[in-house]
């Protein structure tokens, strides 16, 4: 009776391990510091990705398919500073294929998160996030490029933002350090250090 005790006990304490790291696998938690500046993450043809639970390969991997893929838990796809994309677990939202959305306040402090979730998020554009990604076609898993299926970014007014403006955008990102600021910042550290 002792020998069976003591084989139940291991298989539950197994099951529990694998159950657990099953588990810790397959979720991210996504919260404003999540969120950097653009260059810091690695881009891909005029957008950025990264990874938040350490997977950039395979998110790389699938940004850089020419047939499409489907991008790993933890994935962040950001065109503009202020839009985002987040692969959460399985199970998420299978409408939004796990996706969600967020809309940033960005400064030089860092990232706020203004709103987040599946179909509520609107961006500075006046464009509903999902209501774009959700046109991209299926093998793209929701990402918008020029030939994946998606309306082009409109501004109210009408006006089509070009790659060129979307590029400017995009170095305007607020939490980006220059180089001539990291300059100064390492000048007034040798100053206060003497």
Known sequence: MHATKKIIFTSITLIAILLGKVSYAQTVEVNKDSFKCLTDMSAVRGFFVDNLNGDLQSTLAAAQSTNGAVYPVGSVVQLVPT????????????????????ELDVSDKGSEIKVRGAFEVVNKFGGNCFGCHIKAKPQWDMICEQDHGCDPITLPNGMVLSQAMIKGVQKADPRCVTVAQQQVHNAIEQVAAN
């Open 83 to 102: 839009e985002v994309m987040v692969k959460r677990e399985k199970g998420y939202n299978a409408v939004t294929k796990d996706w969600e959305f967020f």
